[in-house]
């Protein structure tokens, strides 16, 4: 596959494609209206920003106990029930009157299940796709996301001041009846990709499976660890400069998304294994910068050229891809979303903790440089492309058989 007109022919990437934004529009909007509910209740800013961000911590929880359900449950009954799930437990939380522990509770139990969600979805894209195009599909769910976002943010603050937080919920929930209704009637049937019940122990196997390639674990550590410190340092854009923070998340949404593109649609496969760790490093080298206290227009520039290197994060996918037998694609996947929403939350609470003792701007700059430290080190573990066929066939060898 070469272009993005190629991936879009592929039977069952549309629908796969529609659910996926349809899901993520339900996060964005259900997000925010659930931020707004709970402030209003609570009057705090910091329960606020757990109920629009403790999912995608409580996603580790669901990474360590359920994962195995990625690869062992049908991917189109579990894309069609998970998303219902997630469209219920909306809906429960509008129900007038209920406490905020209540929401909470519905809340980190999605956040739980979500890790399969992922897991399912990503395992999906990568058995409708051909090998040679899973990069390109992966980019374009990549830009959507973005854009979806954005936009949701906006429709969301509409939708809260036209029909109040709690209406908001549910007009989410309809928006997750809508994908799991596109999932259940556009995607075929398909088998399990690994037999047997998933469980605690099956998720503890394959993950220790997982992780025991030495190969392996530097490509995850590569997409968790630098990614998650940079997102702490887009999380101190407020507090460095509150009136122009927006400016600067807009301008690193774009790069981002030209980014995806371009390394998506034309990189040659021929530089893929050779680009990761250079875009690792541009992913941090800029905000070494913002030490100099640089005027608005830098500052802009700064952080579109640094957020261009999260493209990174295609390669290294394609590289996990690489090395993982196709059976645990789903799980290798959800493992990968997991741990890099974890890392993102230790890298916020990294660079926020130096920044309330020294300043706004020296937290950016350690954490980056902290960023720029983590790639240095794995840099030897990922230059090295080749053994990938020997990776698979060894651990295919070694596999125990699931009854």
């Known amino acids: 596959m070469r272009t993005y007109r190629d991936v879009f022919r592929t039977t069952e990437f549309t629908p796969l494609f529609l659910a996926s934004a349809g899901q993520t529009a339900a996060q964005t909007v259900s997000g925010l209206a659930l931020g707004i509910l709970v402030f209003e209740q609570t009057g705090s800013a910091l329960l606020s920003s757990l109920a629009m ?12 106990t359920v994962l195995s359900g990625a690869d062992r449950l049908p991917p189109r009954a579990a894309m069609t029930g998970l998303t219902l799930l997630f469209g219920l437990g909306t809906a429960v939380q509008a129900i007038p009157g209920l406490p905020v522990w209540g929401v ?9 299940v979500g890790s399969v969600s992922g897991g399912v979805r990503y395992g999906l894209l990568n058995e409708v796709l051909t090998r040679d195009g899973y990069l390109l599909g992966r980019s374009l769910f990549n830009m959507s996301v973005g854009i979806i976002q954005i936009c949701g943010f906006a429709i969301g603050g509409v939708l809260v001041t036209t029909l109040s937080a709690r209406g908001t919920l549910l007009a989410a929930a309809a928006f997750y009846l809508l994908a799991a209704v596109v999932a259940r009637f556009g995607l075929s049937p398909r088998p399990p990709r690994v037999s047997g019940r ?6 503890w196997r394959t993950n220790a499976r997982l992780w025991s390639s030495v190969p392996r674990r530097y490509v995850y550590l590569a997409l968790w660890v630098p990614n998650g410190l940079i997102v702490g340092v887009e999380s101190l854009y407020v507090p460095y400069s509150p009136g122009n923070a927006g400016l600067l998340f807009a301008f690193g949404a774009g790069s981002m998304l030209v980014g995806d593109m371009l390394v998506g649609r034309f990189l040659p496969a021929r530089w893929r294994g050779r680009l990761a760790v250079p875009l690792c490093v541009l992913l941090a080298a800029p905000y070494l910068f913002f030490a100099l206290d640089p005027a608005l227009p830098v500052a802009v520039v700064l952080v579109s050229v640094g957020t261009f290197g999260y493209a990174a994060g295609l390669l290294l996918q394609d590289r996990l891809m690489a090395l993982t037998p196709e059976e645990l694609s789903g799980q290798a996947l959800g493992l990968h979303t997991s741990g890099m929403l974890t ?12 920044a309330e003792l020294t300043s706004p701007a020296t937290g950016m700059v350690a954490t980056a440089a902290a960023s720029l430290a983590a790639t240095l080190l794995l840099a030897p573990g990922l230059r090295d492309g080749s053994g990938a066929d020997e990776v698979r066939g060894a651990e295919k060898d070694a596999a125990p058989t699931t009854q």
């Open 104 to 112: 909470f509770v519905v809340l980190l139990g999605l956040g739980v």
């Open 53 to 64: 961000f403790g999912p995608a911590l409580a996603q580790m929880v669901g990474a360590a």
């Open 198 to 203: 998933p469980s605690v122990a099956e998720t």
């Open 343 to 354: 890392m993102q939350g230790v890298g916020a609470a990294v660079a926020g903790a130096v």
